[in-house]
């Protein structure tokens, strides 16, 4: 006995885990129910109510009788609908063809007013507005062998700005 009670002194973690086990089960003890809310019911128990409730409102229900409507009052409709969409079409397309046009006059007019300010932008008297120099493909090939050619030679250049 005195083994026994010395290896439970000799681990703590045994003590903790016995002290955890007795007060989970004394701490068990039956809450009353609070009356605001309903019993707890099995899954079976409800499905079952569902079922019964549904067979009660599918006898309680009567079909309802088929509208009976004439052919005549159909085709009728059916031409009415078709008129007011093709009306409403017909609307929109001139409503586009309206905008179509503003759009194409607002364009014409604003190339018009580029070309005139780039007419005017392009006199050679003009102070603010200079041609500059011009280089084509050629020249430019030109100029990178004359600066090979008059500069100095490549093996008294830096290693270090040759290979930036």
């Not at 190339?111 to 050679?124: C, E, G, H, V």
Request: no cysteine.
């Amino acid at each position: 006995m005195g083994d026994f009670i010395d290896f439970f002194l000799k681990n703590p973690f045994l003590i903790i885990v016995l002290i955890g086990i007795l007060t989970s089960m004394l701490g068990k003890k039956k809450q009353p129910q609070d009356p605001n809310t309903p019993p707890k019911k099995k899954w079976q128990e409800v499905m079952q109510e569902l079922q019964g409730e549904m067979q009660q409102g599918n006898q309680q229900q009567t079909p309802a009788p088929a509208p009976v409507r004439k052919v005549e009052q159909q085709a009728a409709r059916a031409a009415e609908v078709i008129d007011e969409t093709t009306n409403e079409a017909n609307k929109r397309i001139a409503e586009l063809r309206r905008l179509q046009q503003k759009y194409d006059q607002e364009r014409l007019y604003q190339k018009a007013k580029a070309d005139q300010l780039t007419s005017t932008i392009a006199d050679n008297n003009s102070p603010v507005y200079r041609k500059g120099p011009s280089f084509g493909k050629k020249q430019l090939i030109d100029g990178i062998i004359m600066s090979e050619v008059l500069g100095p030679p490549r093996a008294k250049r830096s290693l270090q700005r040759s290979r930036r």
